[in-house]
């Protein structure tokens, strides 16, 4: 907040008083001018959120002699021109740079790979450029919002990629939500490419695109909505259930969303050898034996249940030893996971607000982990996405399988090491300098 204040300095000790009794936090507080007529003053301060904020500045503005003359929100001020940039890794210092660097040298370049078509992979940047593609039809928390409104998330992701596997990844925006042309779009860029990281788009349309594109392609087609969440929750799960000293195919599991992310998650678990696992979506608990679901939850219905349990979430969760949410908000009452099996772990991972409340889970449950960075236990896909293109990219894959998925996933969970493991502590942080590593060698096998 830039403040125009009175000419006496301990307004400023009034100002951050305020801040702090209307619970917001001063990180710095700067006289940018001082007269004899008056104060220019810069407060920095932290705030829950938008609301909050608001809150702050009405709470300053309301101080004897102060007036608020501007605020600004960090977070948009991060954003202004974007997070992500080109830059020539070469010089242009003069005639002889320009002329290799562009023309005529680059008309050598450019036949040489003409003639032997795979050394776009050494010559380029392909063999180490990822498209971040979406619809903008599912971003985060905020549903089918559009392209343009997707970029901000599609730019972190590109700047995630460079930061943790030094990727170089760029946000493909489409104006469409038409699959046919989503993946004509995709194959006519996909040349100028090593992988594709497809992002944000709704089910179970994203079903039908990535198995296409995965077909159609000679790259690998990764959808990190469904394979990355499922990678960071299965190596969750693992070192969960070495915390409460469950197998996993003993153990009974709820999953609590049919999407994207849950049909990923519930073919990775089943992979890696869980037996029974209960998927909950709008319908109720999935059965086989309904013919009422629509094409893709039958398929899901088909190959999990194996006790045909009906009901609602309550039903489906009596009883089990896990809870997995990728579904929405409140969904889960807290109380009902005391009807859960001893020792409970519960993954509340709806984004922004989760299924249930970590804070009151972790009243009745051994293991609990969320999609949040202020509680312990975050699961989060920048553990899986950058390591796994980095060992697509090295290896030159033309394709992701079922065992790199089940390898990263195991990778990740053993990063935790046997002393550090707790049920605070199952999932190592995302800024843990092992794991991109860990992942890209599991990856490359």
Request: aromatic residues 4%; hydrophobic residues 45%.
């Amino acid at each position: 907040m830039r403040l125009h204040t009175a000419p006496d300095h301990g307004v400023v000790g009034a100002v951050a008083t305020a801040i702090a009794q209307a619970g917001g936090i001063v990180m710095a507080v700067d006289v940018a001018e001082s007269s004899h007529e008056r104060l220019v003053v810069d407060v920095t301060c932290s705030a829950g959120d938008a609301d909050h904020a608001k809150l702050l500045e009405q709470a300053v503005d309301a101080v004897d002699g102060v007036t608020v003359h501007k605020t600004s929100d960090r977070t948009f001020l991060l954003h202004i021109g974007g997070k992500i940039e080109v830059r020539s890794k070469v010089p242009m210092r003069n005639r002889d740079d320009l002329s290799m660097a562009y023309t005529p040298g680059v008309g050598r370049v450019s036949m040489a790979i003409a003639e032997h078509p795979e050394d776009v992979w050494r010559l380029t940047t392909k063999g180490n450029t990822v498209a971040v593609v979406t619809d903008g039809s599912a971003v985060l928390g905020l549903g089918n919002i559009g392209p343009g409104a997707a970029m901000p998330v599609m730019e972190g992701k590109a700047a995630l990629f460079k930061r943790f596997a030094d990727i170089d990844a760029w946000p493909i925006c489409l104006d469409t939500q038409d699959t046919d042309e989503i993946v004509r779009a995709v194959e006519m860029i996909a040349p100028g490419f090593g992988g594709i990281n497809l992002e944000d788009i709704a089910a179970p349309r994203c079903f039908e695109i990535e198995r296409r594109l995965r077909a159609s392609l000679d790259i690998p087609v990764f959808h990190d909505d469904q394979h990355g969440t499922a990678i960071v929750v299965l190596a969750a799960l693992t070192n969960a259930l070495r915390v409460v000293k469950k197998r996993l195919a003993d153990v009974r599991i709820v999953v609590s969303g049919a999407g994207a992310a849950g049909t990923a998650i519930v073919t990775l678990l089943l992979a890696a050898g869980a037996v029974d696992v209960v998927v909950w979506d709008r319908e109720g608990c999935l059965s086989r034996d309904d013919d009422a679901l629509p094409p893709a939850k039958h398929e899901l219905a088909q190959v999990t249940n194996p006790r045909l349990v009906r009901g609602d979430l309550h039903d489906g969760l009596t009883g089990a030893d896990v809870f997995i949410g990728v579904s929405g908000p409140n969904l889960l009452d807290p109380l009902w996971i005391k009807d859960m099996a001893d020792d409970a772990v519960v993954f509340a991972l709806a984004n922004p607000d989760p299924e249930v409340d970590p804070a009151e889970a972790e009243k009745y449950a051994a293991v609990v982990a969320s999609g949040r960075s202020d509680y312990p236990n975050q699961i989060n896909n920048v553990l899986a996405f950058p390591g796994v293109f980095r060992g697509l990219l090295d290896a030159r894959a033309s394709d992701v399988t079922l065992d790199m998925l089940l390898r990263a996933a195991e990778a990740i969970a053993l990063v935790v090491k046997d002393e550090e493991l707790n049920p605070n502590f199952i999932i190592p942080t995302v800024f843990h300098p092992d794991v991109p590593k860990a992942v890209a060698d599991a990856i490359r096998g």
